[in-house]
T-cell receptor
Framework: DGGITQSPKYLFRKEGQNVTLSCEQN?????MYWYRQDPGQGLRLIYY???????QKGDIAEGYSVSREKKESFPLTVTSAQKNPTAFYLC?????????????FGPGTRLTVL | AQSVAQPEDQVNVAEGNPLTVKCTYS??????LFWYVQYPNRGLQFLLK??????LVKGSYGFEAEFNKSQTSFHLKKPSALVSDSALYFC????????????FGPGTRLSVLP
């Protein structure tokens, strides 16, 4: 899983609570991404950031929020507005040095709503 | 818009036999194609990518992929499967005409039987 860490590995949330998932990378990558993985649906993009202090909505941003105050960190908050948050969440990063670069993924956080 | 299809949810192959995991894509410009592997409760690991040049791309763990522009395909192959290859495989495409993001297929589960 390279130089990307995600914490916690497992997270349990009660309905109505906000929770924040951590993503840290030491690869000196400019771009960072958050994906949601559900069985049989592949990966869906939630938010992405190409540079510090800037981020863009992905395909399924509703009910989520992010910040990018440091190059190394891209935390994701799952708010109470997200109606079906139980899923596996993956963070990724990519060097912006070339358009052809692949993404590197963290180990993921499994969120369960009780 | 760009899209990726993986027509098989599941592929079963006997250990020692060749394996193929299929991927087709749709892009408006030149495609940049990637294969990733995911083991249970882990992040995605990069296997290989096609940017330009030779249509046969070699990657990690003995995997290779063949780019076919006329059939818009990028099938993943390995001459001799191992039980340890059993995992979930994702094809992804990036079309620079569409933006900075990757689009992932739904995934194909490979089971290698001893």
């Amino acid at each position: 899983d390279g130089g990307i860490t995600q914490s916690p590995k497992y997270l349990f949330r009660k309905e109505g609570q906000n929770v924040t998932l951590s993503c840290e990378q030491n690869l000196n990558h400019d771009a960072m991404y958050w994906y949601r993985q559900d069985p049989g649906q592949g990966l869906r993009l939630i938010y992405y950031s190409q540079i510090v202090n800037d981020f863009q909505k992905g395909d399924i941003a509703e009910g989520y929020s992010v910040s990018r105050e440091k190059k190394e960190s891209f935390p994701l908050t799952v708010t109470s507005a997200q109606k079906n948050p139980t899923a596996f969440y993956l963070c990724a990063s990519k060097s912006s040095g070339s358009s052809y670069n692949e993404q590197f993924f963290g180990p993921g956080t499994r969120l369960t709503v009780l | 818009a760009q899209s990726v299809a993986q027509p098989e949810d599941q592929v079963n192959v006997a250990e020692g036999n060749p394996l193929t995991v299929k991927c087709t894509y749709s892009v408006s410009g030149n495609p940049y194609l990637f294969w990733y592997v995911q083991y249970p409760n882990r992040g995605l690991q990069f296997l290989l990518k096609y940017i330009t040049g030779d249509n046969l791309v070699k990657g990690s763990y003995g995997f290779e992929a063949e780019f076919n522009k006329s059939q818009t395909s990028f099938h993943l192959k390995k001459p001799s499967a191992l039980v340890s290859d059993s995992a979930l495989y994702f094809c992804a495409v990036r079309d620079l005409n569409y933006g900075q993001n990757f689009v992932f297929g739904p995934g194909t589960r490979l089971s290698v039987l001893p």
